[in-house]
């Protein structure tokens, strides 16, 4: 099939961008939709163009490095899958496509369709994590965690740090990152030690970075590949006020 | 403590949620326009009178000046906060797809209600406490004589029906979000209280929608 | 120079001993160390937090665009551990059997009895950390069961375990960060090893972003930095996984070990066009009822669905009876490829064999299977758009694991004094065969428990050392011929990408060094790999800029993979036996399994860089087994 492309292109973080359109021709329906632009980009090296620059890694929907804006969707029009596990079946020949970086104050963009999601590690280490050095575990079967607290746990967990979430939100909000760490760690006992702490930090860091406020317009849970509940933004609050009652 | 974006959302979720308690006031008093032409005058005229002697009643009413103006101010100042996060715009945009419509746009329902209640307190809330109001057979300021007369105008009751479903919609969202805010996620109660604002909206809404529709048909002055 | 450094004593106190008698270093001189640590994925993460921890001064490097990212993540099953909680036998020893025997009995002993016996201590280490393995109803942790063993000690969180595990390492990492006792630099690409009177004592990596080459000095060098299996193009591993960071120590000193010793993992999705990139792992876990068969006729052009029962060949349960299906990966993966070699693959490419499922949904019901397998039905479904509860699935074996990579010694140090080399990048503990589940293990024991005791015990020798900076020459050398190399790419100004080159590499060693391989394949191999690195020389464009150039890191990256392949055909050469995933055709029993000779070959193969242009020069570690007897491998 073949296929009408706009793609954001940009030099680096201060220059400005434009849509630039290609034609593509060829496209099994079998392909990828970064395979389809590994194909474009053969094809852009053998003419002496610069490629189209794009963050990707496992393409099997786990490490969270690809992510784009594919006709105005944040990892294209299938809910639940990211970009790498798009494939062209779900285009039609003839169709048009845009292609843009996810975009957020807190994302800048680097080249093309690669941005700085480097805001995520700060949130996380701003407190995401449960304090117990290597060596002092006490033996595994100690902390007993019932099966149905450890699946919960598990689902905020899943979350890949792709940002689909804040590039789909209105807001640019981190809501539904901050809050299914949060979530997956106050679930635990082992994590509820520090979770009044945790809350408030990671907060404040996730304003610190510059994204946006949550209106609760549940776009994020759509678009999560991992399917995380918004339900979990509703947790986050609760540990956040019940901190900010309680904290000393 | 420095303000965080989730202290903003609490200062919403509050004043909202007791907008939403002082809707239900309202409406009760409203439905008394409903009662036999007889009995509705003086009725609701005497609660008029009631909800503006009163101390509590006064406090009350400062709780509920205070709460519209921080909703309004503070959403501006979140709207804000969320443009600026936005960084660049999408070229093509079809985030829409993927959530309803009223969540997106509370600010627009928002506008739409403030302009409404402008004229609302112009006409009511002003004329009540300062206009010069003809007295009923008890004594009370002839509110009632007002209401009726101003409903008799088609692009009046338009203008209220209008607000009304601007309402409704806002409310469908607003509270399901405000107790969100607060901190409810027990996906089973979290569920429960979704529907009970759903019902909430519906009931607030149509509740106010059919007074200006019934005086516009039924009653004249 | 290859002393492999094994404590004395018994066999189970070896570890015990060394740990009471290897040097400290006092609270106050560590923060006068810096350590470099490369790689962030399980072994890298888990190690720069645990060093943080203990005081030492880190810089982790990742060419990912966060330390959460690295392929650790897609790890599926679960990690082994001998907790003995199912009470069905298991212990240290009997792990520590299992593994030198899934092995083929190509590792050390004593590094893999260390291996079992820290097992125990990262199950707690992960719950204590938050991972969410699975539980049972008490609320105890689950245990599953994996192929090759007869007890059950895998632990799993579904189906994303390496992610979970990653997620914890991650999250230690983040907060030795907060701590400010660990700087990360991402996107960031290690390209040089620097040496400083034959120790290692830093790294020239390049910005990804900016494209700026920097250095940076310490007092040790640690490669995390994984395997080396993307030298196939497609595999099973992630589009950036690459062999740069090792074979350029390699090529500064480090032997490399093992280098041909490459798992093909039996259940991939096949290849279908001449564009893909990546071949899906799905999990091990389907063979526990799915039936493996092909078509009886070679060139059966009929869908697998209108075959009937009587024309399907079970290969596997007719040649393994006892195991059947769940035959080790090894030998599933050789099996398949005979069939396909035979022309009876199934597939658009007839590359593939049927993975089915309508017995298993006739006696249990779609239902039990769904519940059991669902994730892995819709991830077919989602990448192939084919429904794999009415047809079979189309499953072919893909380049997965790497068991060889730099030599180490028991302290994990390679032949170069300070460098260490971590997780899949070491050739340490699986020998000629990875048992499923172990590389979980493998990586997070080396990084949380045991590169922190024997990096201190090397640096305590370094504390009085003379101090180095980024001004020594040795620093600039390297810089300068990191340099040139990116100018050399950006100049070639040919007409082939660096991903044709790659991929045409990645069909050689499939055909040629893959899962058989024969003396005639590997010395034609040899010289096609030479002439293709010529043309590579000479034919590669690399349009774009010296900053953010994704081509640009593709071509350093190939580069090495082609030197690599070369030396994969050489270690294959000199292995004249069968074992584990190694596979000479001339080198079978007469009912096609493998031969190993361990009068010949009970060795490891450690091969020293001599120079462009020149082979390198094969040293031996001989093998010396005492807790178990070498014994023939059979699942039939």
């Excluded at chain 2, 627009?108 to 006409?123: A, R, V, W």
């Excluded at chain 3, 560590?30 to 994925?41: A, P, S």
């Excluded at chain 3, 390492?169 to 700087?183: E, F, W």
């Excluded at chain 3, 010529?534 to 464009?541: I, N, P, R, T, V």
Aim: charged share 20%; hydrophobic share 40%.
């Amino acid at each position: 099939m073949k296929l009408y492309l706009k793609v954001w292109r940009q030099e680096n973080r201060t220059s400005g961008g434009s849509m630039i359109d290609y034609e593509v021709d060829g496209i099994s329906e079998h392909m990828s939709f970064l395979e389809m632009l590994d194909l474009l980009n053969e094809r852009l090296i053998l003419k002496g163009e610069r490629v189209i620059e794009f963050d990707h890694d496992c393409r099997e929907g786990i490490c969270g490095a690809c992510g784009m804006m594919i006709n105005g969707r944040a990892h294209g029009p299938l809910t639940g899958t990211t970009t790498c596990q798009l494939h062209m079946r779900s285009f039609k020949d003839g169709d048009t496509v845009y292609i843009e970086p996810f975009r957020a104050a807190a994302f800048p963009i680097l080249r093309d369709l690669k941005t700085d999601r480097s805001s995520f590690d700060h949130i996380i280490q701003a407190g995401g994590y449960i304090s117990a050095s290597t060596g002092q575990a006490p033996e595994s079967n100690s902390i007993l965690i019932a099966h149905d607290t450890a699946e919960a746990a598990f689902d905020a967990a899943a979350c890949i740090g792709c940002g689909a979430c804040v590039a789909t939100c209105k807001n640019s909000s981190a809501a539904l990152f901050t809050s299914a760490k949060i979530s997956h760690l106050v679930l635990l006992p082992q994590g509820k030690t520090e979770s009044a702490d945790r809350v408030i930090k990671m907060i404040s860091q996730m304003d610190a970075e510059g994204f946006g406020h949550c209106t609760n317009t549940e776009a994020c849970e759509v678009e999560c590949p991992q399917e995380i509940s918004s339900l979990h933004i509703g947790r986050m609050n609760y540990e956040y006020n019940k901190a900010l009652i309680l904290r000393k | 403590m420095k303000q965080t974006t989730l202290i903003y959302k609490l200062i919403m979720a509050a004043t909202g949620l007791f907008l939403c308690f002082f809707l239900v006031i309202h409406l009760l008093g409203n439905l008394q326009l409903l009662l036999p032409e007889s009995e509705a005058r003086e009725q609701f005229n005497w609660y008029s009178h009631l909800l503006s002697g009163n101390i509590i009643i006064k406090i009350i009413s400062y709780v509920l000046y205070l709460s519209l103006i921080g909703h309004a101010v503070y959403s501006l100042l979140i709207t804000l906060k969320n443009k600026k996060a936005n960084g660049t715009k999408y070229v093509y945009d079809k985030r829409a797809k993927v959530s309803n419509w009223n969540s997106r746009n509370m600010g627009i329902l928002g506008t739409i209600i403030l302009i409404f209640l402008i004229i609302h307190f112009k006409d009511y809330w002003y004329v009540y406490k300062f206009g010069n109001l003809p007295l009923d057979a008890k004594g009370n300021k002839d509110l009632y004589a007002i209401v009726i007369s101003s409903f008799q105008q088609g692009w009046y009751v338009l203008i209220y029906e209008i607000s009304f479903l601007a309402l409704g919609f806002h409310l469908l969202h607003g509270f399901f979000s405000a107790t969100r805010t607060l901190g409810l996620y027990h996906p089973k109660y979290a569920k429960a209280v979704r529907i009970f604002g759903w019902i909430y909206s519906v009931v607030i809404t149509f509740g106010f929608m059919q007074i200006p529709i019934y005086i516009y048909f039924n009653l004249h002055s | 120079m290859m002393d492999s450094k094994i404590p004395a004593g018994e066999l189970a106190d070896k570890w015990k001993n060394y740990k009471d008698s290897s040097n400290l270093i006092n609270p106050a001189n560590r923060k006068k160390l810096d350590i470099i640590v490369v790689g962030t994925g399980l072994a890298g993460a888990s190690c720069a937090a645990t060093l943080a921890e203990q005081g030492y001064n880190v810089k982790s490097f990742c060419f990912q665009d966060s330390a959460r990212r690295a392929h650790s993540v897609a790890a599926q099953g679960g990690v082994n551990a001998a907790k003995n909680y199912k009470n069905d036998g298991d212990s240290v020893f009997r792990m520590f059997h299992d593994t030198i025997k899934g092995g083929d009995f190509r590792s050390r002993e004593a590094n893999v009895y260390r291996l079992a016996e820290c097992s125990l201590a990262l199950i707690d280490q992960a719950v204590a950390q938050g991972v969410p393995f699975a539980r049972e109803y008490g609320g105890y942790l689950n245990n599953r069961s994996f192929g090759g063993v007869q007890v059950s000690r895998t632990f799993y969180a579904r189906g994303q375990t390496g992610q979970q595990l990653m997620v914890g390492a991650y999250q230690a990492l983040m907060r030795q960060v907060s701590a400010g006792k660990v700087q990360t630099y991402t996107r960031h690409e290690m390209l040089d090893l620097v040496l400083v009177d034959g120790k290692a004592r830093g790294i020239i990596a390049r910005n990804l972003e900016t494209g700026e080459i920097e250095r940076h000095a310490a007092n040790a060098v640690v490669l995390a930095t994984g395997g080396y299996g993307k030298v196939y193009y497609l595999s099973t591993l992630a589009m950036g996984c690459n062999t740069s960071a090792i074979w350029r120590a390699h090529k500064k000193g480090a032997f490399m070990s093992g280098v041909s010793w490459i798992q093909f993992h039996p259940t991939c999705l096949p290849q279908i066009g001449e564009t893909q990139s990546k071949l899906t792992l799905m999990s091990e876990s389907l063979r526990n009822d799915g039936r493996i068969w092909v078509p009886k006729k070679a060139g059966d052009e009929r869908v697998p669905n209108d075959i009937p029962e009587e024309e399907r060949d079970y290969y596997l349960e007719r040649r393994y009876p006892t195991f059947g299906n769940l035959s080790p990966r090894d030998i599933s993966s050789r099996a398949a490829k005979e069939r396909i070699d035979a022309g009876c693959g199934v597939g658009p490419m007839k590359n593939a064999v049927c993975l089915d499922f309508s017995k298993a949904i006739k006696e249990q019901g779609r239902d039990k299977i769904e519940e059991k397998y669902g994730n892995l039905f819709r991830m077919y479904d989602k990448i192939n758009g084919v429904d794999a509860y009415k047809e079979p699935m189309l499953i072919s074996p893909a380049a997965h694991f790497t068991m060889g990579g730099l030599w180490v010694d028991y302290n994990l140090m390679t032949t170069i004094p300070g460098l260490f080399a971590l997780g899949e990048a070491n050739f340490s503990d699986h020998g000629a065969n990875r048992l499923g589940a172990n590389s979980l293990l493998q990586s997070c024991v080396d990084g949380y428990f045991i590169a922190p005791y024997t990096i201190p015990n090397y640096l305590s020798g370094e504390l009085k050392a003379e101090k180095i900076t980024t001004e020594h020459p040795a620093f600039k050398e390297a810089e300068d011929a990191v340099q040139a190399q990116i100018i050399r790419f950006l100049n070639v100004d040919g007409h082939l990408s660096a991903d044709y080159f790659h991929k045409a590499l990645g069909k050689l060693l499939y055909d040629k060094c893959g899962l058989s391989r024969t003396k005639k394949s590997l010395e034609a191999a040899v010289i096609e790999i030479k002439a293709l690195k010529k043309s590579f020389d000479h034919e590669l464009k690399i349009p774009g800029d010296d900053q953010l150039n994704s081509e640009l890191e593709k071509a350093g990256r190939v580069a090495d993979f082609l030197e690599l392949g070369v030396l994969m055909c050489y270690d294959a050469l000199q292995r004249e036996e069968s074992c584990g995933a190694h596979f000479r055709e001339e080198y079978q029993t007469t009912e096609g399994e493998a031969l190993r000779n361990d009068e010949d070959f009970c060795y490891v193969s450690a091969w020293e860089w001599k120079g462009e242009e020149v082979q390198q020069e094969l040293h031996k570690e001989p093998l010396v087994f005492e807790a178990v007897k070498l014994t023939v491998r059979s699942y039939k």
